[in-house]
């Protein structure tokens, strides 16, 4: 089995910065991409931030110039960081590993952290 654990989230200012961590466990041959997203209360859940195992990134349009991703393969941890935070980019933040494969030539399918909630408010 694989897990994905989040941690770094919580209330901040607007303006402030927050750092997210993920970490993936498990049985882990390789994971193409891992990524964050975001759901606010009301509105679907979008992609905020990807990063394949190349180092290729891929950003929402609302968040360039503010986040950075980041990834460390050999321990299959994902960041996000996250400066200049605004009351909008309050939301639950998904971490998500992307076409994990657990073998070789084990099937690949993603995977989803439980979330953490950032919240930017004065």
């Known amino acids: 089995q694989v897990q994905l654990v989040e941690s770094g989230g919580g209330l901040v200012q607007p303006g402030g910065s927050l750092r997210l961590s993920c970490g993936a466990s498990g049985r882990i041959f390789s994971i193409n991409n891992m990524g964050w997203y975001r759901q606010a209360p009301g509105k679907q859940r979008e992609l905020v931030a990807s990063v394949t195992n190349s180092g290729r990134t891929n950003y929402a349009e609302s968040v360039t110039g503010r986040f950075t991703i980041s990834r460390d393969n050999a321990k299959n941890l994902v960041y996000l960081q996250m400066n200049s935070l605004k009351p909008e980019d309050t939301a639950v933040y998904y971490c998500?590993?992307?076409?994990?494969?657990?073998?070789?030539?084990?099937?690949?399918?993603?995977?989803w952290g439980q979330g953490t909630q950032v919240t930017v408010s004065s």
């Open positions: 998500n590993a992307g076409q994990l494969r657990s073998s070789r030539w084990g099937e690949v399918r993603d995977y």
